[in-house]
């Protein structure tokens, strides 16, 4: 069976191999991975998820997904896997393992951090109760057989968003300061990622006692940390954030990615400011930019580009209009964070060291080299500071703002990223 699409266009009409919008899930577990065990809990959670069993379809003027009756893979690798191809039968959702890791690959036209969290939850509900043979508790965890609410297959991005307010926000028109013309960093087709590690309970009471969220903190400590490492340039640092989107849209079961982002600028008189006070400005700045009508706002854009790219004939052009608006894009922001919230996995957290997440970052390296992701699991959070460049120079000034706050931290190690790979959509169309 085919589905239309609708949300995923903009993102499928962007991928290229460089830049696949992708990410992988890591889940280090405390124990090493018992391969059959694992191949069922993924056969039964993937039969709860149906709409995670697709392949990509290609027609003369259309694009969209079809079921893939082959079984979703298992792969015993620890290197990235080629999503859509031969390697994972046509998946665009695959799980690999090496020695004491499980790998969630996935591709972002698919679901985002929000919409695959759940397909986690109920892999390790099944994986963790039969490997360490307990009963673990199911509350909030989706399981197979269960009936699928309409509402995980429905689209809330293709809903009409009524009438446009009087005042629309324009948030990617002016640009900001690049990090390519700084002059600090060697631009480098390889990502490096640092894993960074910071206790949970220390880490919100900072938060709370400076009028923040782990998410705007973390942001803050980037804008001030590239601030310091040029204070003579002209345009501001401007960090994008990405947001879930299914709150404001009351759609909190959606499957598909709703990633949207807000513009947050370090500049004028925010840089004077004490801390605190420029934690509640960035933390008023995500309060306005992901409000009801703000997201509203924002998919109403988004259905604009999708009349925009129907009424082209072709894919290739098509393609070249989604990869011409994103380049435009990243002329208008420094670096971006993104950070789904807590996991909440569960009784099987308690089997779980670490959590990752690497995301492709999605964007072209030369223009934006530096991600940060933040995720947060049993007790710790993790940045994973991904960056496109060898320089440590705005690692170095981003630990510093943690140590000028007293924040503890580890870095767990450096190591070049590990996420999925896509195959070339384009070149044969």
């Given amino acids: 069976m085919k589905h239309s699409l609708y949300s995923e266009l903009r993102t499928i009409y962007e991928t290229t191999v460089d830049n696949p919008h992708t990410f992988r899930v890591t889940l280090k577990m405390k124990d090493m991975i018992d391969e059959n065990i694992l191949k069922d809990a ?159 309970a220390e880490f919100m009471r900072f938060n709370l006692s400076n009028d923040g969220s782990p998410g705007t903190i973390v942001a803050l400590f980037l804008a001030r940390a590239i601030e310091a490492c040029h204070p003579e340039k002209k345009d501001p640092v401007v960090i994008a954030m990405c947001v879930n989107q299914r709150k404001a849209l009351s759609a909190p079961l959606a499957h598909q990615s709703l990633v949207g982002d807000v513009r947050l600028a370090y500049r004028g008189r925010i840089k004077d400011m004490p801390f605190m006070d420029q934690a509640t400005c960035f933390r008023g700045m995500v309060a306005l930019q992901s409000d009801r009508s703000m997201v509203r706002e924002e998919i109403r854009e988004y259905q604009r580009i999708v009349e925009d790219l129907r009424a082209l004939p072709t894919h290739l052009q098509r393609h070249q209009y989604c990869i011409d608006r994103m380049n435009h894009m990243t002329d208008c922001f420094t670096a971006t964070i993104s950070y789904v919230g807590k996991t909440g996995m569960g009784d099987a957290e308690q089997f779980i060291q670490e959590f990752h997440v690497l995301p492709s970052t999605a964007l072209p390296s030369s223009a934006t080299p530096l991600t940060l992701e933040l995720s947060a699991m049993n007790g710790c959070f993790y940045v994973n500071f991904m960056q496109y460049f060898p320089e440590d120079c705005y690692l170095k000034a981003f630990i510093k703002e943690l140590r000028k706050n007293q924040i503890n931290y580890d870095v767990l190690y450096q190591e070049e990223t590990k996420y999925p790979g896509m195959i070339e959509l384009w070149d044969n169309l």
Avoid at 57 to 65: G, T
Avoid at 139 to 162: C, F, H, K, N, Q
Wanted: glycine fraction near 8%; charged fraction near 20%.
């Fill in 42 to 200: 993924v056969r039964v959670t993937s039969s709860r998820y149906p709409y995670f069993s697709m392949r990509l379809d290609f027609e003369q003027d259309s694009v969209c997904f079809a079921d893939n009756d082959a079984p979703m893979p298992v792969l015993h690798t620890d290197g990235p896997v080629i999503l859509g191809g031969d390697q994972v039968a046509g998946h665009l959702l695959a799980v690999s393992w090496w020695k004491n890791k499980i790998h969630i690959e996935v591709y972002h036209a698919l679901t985002d951090g929000g919409g695959v969290y759940n397909f986690i939850k109920t892999l390790l509900y099944y994986y963790c109760s039969a490997y360490y043979e307990v009963e673990l508790s199911p509350i909030d965890i989706r399981l197979a057989g269960e009936e699928i609410a309409p509402e995980e297959w429905s689209d809330p991005g293709a809903v009409p968003m009524g009438d446009a307010p009087d005042y629309v926000m324009k948030k990617w028109e002016n640009p900001a300061f690049q990090l390519k013309g700084g002059g600090k960093i060697t631009l480098s087709k390889s990502c490096i990622v640092y894993n960074i590690r910071i206790p949970e």
